[in-house]
Nanobody, 120 residues
Framework: QVQLVESGGGLVQAGGSLRLSCAAS????????MGWYRQAPGKQREKVVT???????NYSDSVKGRFTISRDNAKNTVYLQMNSLKPEDTGVYYC??????????????WGQGTQVTVSS
């Protein structure tokens, strides 16, 4: 199976920056789209940004201009550079990966999450 390991979360002051990383490992016939999602306490998980294998991105309006996603296909790793952080960005950030196996079936994997806390 595929495992996703996130890192880079932490506590930061409003206006500061953090860089999250997510590395996929295991048997990966084809790694397709990847993305970042977040969940604040008491709220539903929401999409932050996704990126296709071709590099096409789709950002949530709330993070456009502040967050940047990138991926290294050779390393099966995706990054999230977060700038100008706001207290409302606080939450657990989860990495997601779409994997197409040899059967042609798509599977969606999730990381364990990494906590991001932005203080005012």
């Amino acid at each position: 199976q595929v495992q996703l390991v996130e890192s880079g979360g932490g506590l930061v002051q409003a206006g500061g920056s953090l860089r999250l990383s997510c590395a996929a490992s295991g048997r990966i016939p084809r790694l397709d789209a990847m993305g970042w999602y977040r969940q604040a306490p008491g709220k539903q998980r929401e999409k932050v940004v996704t990126v296709t294998s071709a590099g096409d991105t789709n950002y949530s309006d709330s993070v456009k201009g502040r967050f940047t996603i990138s991926r290294d296909n050779a390393k099966n790793t995706v990054y999230l550079q977060m700038n100008s952080l706001k207290p409302e960005d606080t939450g657990v950030y989860y990495c997601n990966a779409q994997v197409t196996h040899y059967s042609g079936t798509d599977y969606y994997y999730w990381g364990q999450g990494t906590q991001v806390t932005v203080s005012s």
